[in-house]
């Protein structure tokens, strides 16, 4: 409204010759201009903010409002200004502080509710991914969480024989909204599993994907990805109980119970993956 006033007065003094008026007719324009930009702007954002919003939302799953993922966040963060720096220390604290462990299971949905996984201090890649989301959103920077199918060429002979594939389901990993582009990192493996496996630990900027590097320290093919799952804003555990049912048949005796003897014969839920990387 304010833009349509400003345009039928400057029509209204065109009128007038003076040099006076050419200066009155200069600065209304001006204020055009202005104004329109402004109006542009309140329309743009509002309509950014709204559609990162359910990346910021806490869940059931992702429960960045809990107590401890809070102080958690907070602590790792310190004095990081940036999105982009306060991203970096996420990753690296749940890449190295949380062990991967593919054995590290609890009862049905508690094993992907973020602040068990913070008081777990272990878990596999799906875990993992979940709670560096949790964490970011605890600290304002939107953030989803991304799947997909790959085939793990370095598994242990024992994981292998467990799964009946070398094929990982639902493989996760965490996506950052940041400098208005989403960049994803892989916090799964730890920096000491990677140096006995000989694995390449996975770096990350802040900037750039962070995927796993398809060959290990030897040239070996390590991780080759088969199938996108796609990016969620929260954790699709529906969909990846189906997937896991088509990849793993009868593995998983029951969505809502631990992986135990009563789906394999044994209780591995003791097994310590690292251990077992390096004895083989």
């Known amino acids: 409204m304010v833009f349509s006033r400003a345009v039928e007065t400057i029509e209204t003094i065109k009128t007038i010759t003076t040099t006076e008026t050419l200066t009155t007719i200069k600065t209304i324009t001006t204020i055009k201009i202005e104004t329109r930009t402004t109006i542009i702007k309140q329309q743009k954002w509002p309509l950014m903010n709204s559609e990162l919003q359910q990346y910021l939302t806490p869940t059931r799953y992702l429960d960045s409002n809990h107590p401890e993922i809070q102080r958690y966040a907070l602590e790792t963060v310190n004095q ?4 982009q720096d306060k991203a970096v220390a ?6 190295d502080h949380f ?3 593919p054995y590290a299971l609890m009862n049905g949905d508690d ?3 973020a602040s068990n996984v913070l008081a777990a201090e272990e878990g596999f890649c799906v875990p993992k991914a979940i709670l560096l989301a949790a964490l970011g959103r605890a600290v304002g920077i939107p953030t989803r969480l991304g799947f997909a199918d790959v085939r793990n060429h370095l598994t242990s ?23 208005q582009q989403w960049v994803k990192c892989t916090p799964a493996f730890n920096l000491s599993l990677c140096e006995k496996a000989n694995i390449k630990p996975l770096e990350f900027n802040g900037k750039e994907d962070s995927l796993f590097h398809p060959l290990d320290n030897t040239g070996q093919k390590h991780m080759e990805y088969l199938r996108d799952r796609g990016d969620h804003a929260d954790f699709p555990k529906d969909e990846m109980m189906q ?6 048949g009868n593995l998983l005796a ?6 135990s003897t ?10 310590d993956f690292e251990s077992e990387v390096v004895a083989e």
């Open 80 to 83: 990081a200004s940036s999105d």
């Open 111 to 113: 094993t992907f509710v």
């Open 99 to 101: 062990r991967y462990n």
């Open 254 to 259: 029951s969505p809502d119970l631990p992986i």
């Open 262 to 271: 009563d789906a394999l014969g044994e209780d591995f839920s003791l097994r």
């Open 157 to 179: 002979p024992k994981l292998k024989e467990m799964m009946k594939t070398d094929i990982f389901a639902f493989h996760g990993n965490t996506g950052f909204f940041i400098n």
């Open 90 to 95: 996420l990753y690296y604290a749940v890449r």
């Open 243 to 248: 997937a896991f049912a088509e990849v793993y």
